[in-house]
């Protein structure tokens, strides 16, 4: 079975200034796809970023880039000009790439504040 | 258009009770799924449906737990004789089979087991 750990619980940042989360995650599967997942206080849970395990290339999507090592098994975000809106939950998420549809398991959250 | 839509939002019910959760995916989404969040976890799942067909129930935890989403859209998560362990929020997510299959989220449901 696929495991994800996220070991830091919270984490603070200034506006402006960049911040990284991390994620480990345990499999013997050599094709899947990480994410990483915002949770803001209204539940609704959003898709920030997204890769594939084929692809050697760092995904990034505007403010937010990943630190993707395959051989290590590590998966981190980083956000850069962090905006008071980006306070959240944040969830590393793994999914196997067999199949074309397959569940999410998550590590445990990172809880992000942003300060003035 | 329309994203996922959970109903009711909220739901306190009493130790013993029998409850229904109620998801409605996008529009030609034809994977659903089904996860639970207990306070200050990530969510775990509970099963999966493609059309009408539970494709993994693994994640249900007991026998008090079944789901159905008999024309293939609307699902119903449903809990029999309700435990205060089974507080938690009921998150469903829908994908479509083309594309990046991504799951998209609804805004979950609250229940409270009194």
């Known amino acids: 079975a696929q495991t994800v750990t996220q070991s830091q619980p919270e984490m603070s940042v200034q506006e402006a200034e960049t911040v990284t989360l991390s994620c480990t995650y345990d499999t013997s599967e050599s094709d899947y796809y990480l994410f990483w997942y915002k949770q803001p206080p209204s539940r609704q849970m959003i898709l920030v970023i997204r890769q594939e395990a084929y692809k050697q290339q760092n995904a990034t999507e505007n403010r937010f880039s990943v630190n993707f090592q395959k051989a290590a098994k590590s998966f981190s975000l980083k956000i850069s000009d962090s905006q008071l809106g980006d306070a959240a939950m944040y969830f590393c998420?793994?999914?196997?790439?067999?199949?074309?549809?397959?569940?999410?398991?998550f590590g445990t959250g990172t809880r992000l504040q942003v300060t003035l | 258009g329309a994203g996922v839509s959970q109903t009711p939002s909220n739901k306190v019910t009493e130790k013993g009770k029998y409850v229904e959760l109620r998801c409605d995916p996008i529009s030609g989404h034809t994977a659903l799924y089904w996860y639970r969040q207990s306070l200050g976890q990530g969510p775990e799942f509970l099963i999966y449906f493609q059309g009408t067909g539970a494709a993994d129930d693994s994640g249900l935890p007991n026998d008090r737990f079944f789901a159905v989403r008999p024309e293939g859209s609307v699902s119903t998560l449903k809990i029999q004789r309700t435990e205060r362990g089974d507080s938690a929020v009921y998150l469903c997510?829908?994908?479509?089979?083309?594309?990046?299959?991504?799951?998209?989220f609804g805004p979950g449901t609250r229940l409270t087991v009194l």
């Open positions: 997510a829908s994908s479509s089979q083309t594309g990046s299959n991504e799951q998209f």
């Open positions: 998420a793994y999914r196997s790439a067999i199949g074309t549809a397959s569940k999410l398991t």
